[in-house]
Structures are given as C-alpha cells and as structure tokens.
C-alpha cells in the first residue's frame, strides 16, 4: 500500500499564493500519473489538476493559468503552486496517484488526510 502526506496548506488573502506538497511512501515500483483534487464543504471531490511520468500536465478550467503542478520523480513527490487564489479555492486539497507495487501489480492508493486551504476576500 502507499501512504500520500500532504502539506502547506493554510489561511491566505485572495490574490496571494500556497504551495501544496504531497509525499508517497510504501513500497513503490514505479509512479504514473499524479494528481490533486480539491473539496468543498459539501460538494464532491473535483480533480485540479494532473501530471504524467514524463511532464505532461492538464489542468481544470477553473485553475488554468493560476495553478502549476510539477513532481520530483526521485522523491516520489508532486507539488502544486497556487498563485492568484480566490474565496471560491477554498477546500481541503488532496493528493492521488497512478503506479505499479512491482511490474505485475497495479499499487494500492490509500487517500491521504489532505491540507486545508482557507482563501479570506
């Protein structure tokens, strides 16, 4: 199983800037596709954004522009840099992975607890 920990959350003014980051941990062959999801109070968990093995990154609408997601293949890390945030970002940001235990097996992804992320207008 892989363990994901994400950080650097916090409270932030609208316009200002975060930087998310997100670890996995566990016995890990090899890492896909990394992502981050975001939920609000008391809407469905919605995908942010992606980003392949080899750099290849996808964006939602709402954050194109604003948003840059990049990883650290060696570190087995994926981070995700806010700029211009607004009150409608606030949510709890989560971290999700793609990848393989060994070459024959698909990883088994356990949900971290996420980092809060409070956008004051």
């Known amino acids: 199983q892989v363990q994901l920990v994400e950080s650097g959350g916090g409270l932030v003014q609208a316009g200002g800037s975060l930087r998310l980051s997100c670890t996995a941990s566990?016995?890990?062959?090899?890492?896909?596709?990394m992502y981050w999801y975001r939920q609000a109070p008391g809407t469905q968990r919605e995908l942010v954004a992606s980003?392949?093995?080899?750099?290849?990154?996808n964006y939602a609408a709402f954050v194109k522009g604003r948003f840059t997601i990049s990883r650290d293949n060696a570190k087995n890390t994926v981070s995700l840099q806010m700029n211009s945030l607004q009150p409608e970002d606030t949510a709890v940001y989560y971290c999700?992975?793609?990848?393989?235990?060994?070459?024959?097996?698909?990883?088994?992804?356990?949900w971290g607890q996420g980092t809060r992320v409070t956008v004051s207008s």
């Open positions: 999700f992975l793609q990848g393989l235990g060994n070459p024959y097996s698909k990883l088994l992804v356990n």
């Open positions: 566990g016995r890990i062959f090899s890492i896909g596709t």
């Open positions: 980003i392949e093995s080899g750099g290849n990154a």
